[in-house]
C-alpha cells in the first residue's frame, strides 16, 4: 500500500494548534483525544486520499467523527495538502483562497 506523503499550509497548523489550547485548557484528556484522532484523520486520508469526497471547487473533506472539525485536503501529483481544520460550526469556506 502507498501512503501520500502530506504537506500542512501553515494556517491549518495554526488552527490545529489553536484547536488543541482550547481542549488543553478544558481537559488534558481532551486534547490528547483531540491530538489521537487528528492523527488517524491524517494517516486515514494519507492511505486513500480519494476516498473522501470531491467538492466542485477540486478539494476533499475528511469529517472527524469525535470533534466537530472537517479537515480540507487537495490532492496534488505527489502530495496530499491539508489547507484547513475547520471547525465544523464557524465560517464555512473560509479557506477558499488558500493551496
Do not use: C
Request: net charge positive; aromatic share 12%.
Amino acid at each position: 500500500m502507498n501512503v501520500w506523503p502530506i504537506s500542512v499550509h501553515p494556517a491549518a497548523m495554526a488552527e490545529a494548534r489553536e484547536a488543541r489550547l482550547w481542549y488543553m485548557e478544558r481537559s488534558l484528556a481532551a486534547a490528547e483525544a483531540w491530538m489521537s484522532e487528528l492523527d488517524h484523520a491524517i494517516n486515514v486520508i494519507a492511505e486513500a486520499p480519494d476516498r473522501w469526497p470531491e467538492l466542485p471547487s477540486g478539494r476533499r473533506r475528511y469529517v472527524m467523527q469525535r470533534f466537530p472539525f472537517i479537515l480540507v485536503f487537495r490532492i496534488r501529483t505527489d502530495d496530499v495538502r491539508l489547507l484547513a481544520l475547520q471547525h465544523g460550526r464557524r465560517r464555512p469556506g473560509y479557506w477558499k483562497d488558500r493551496e
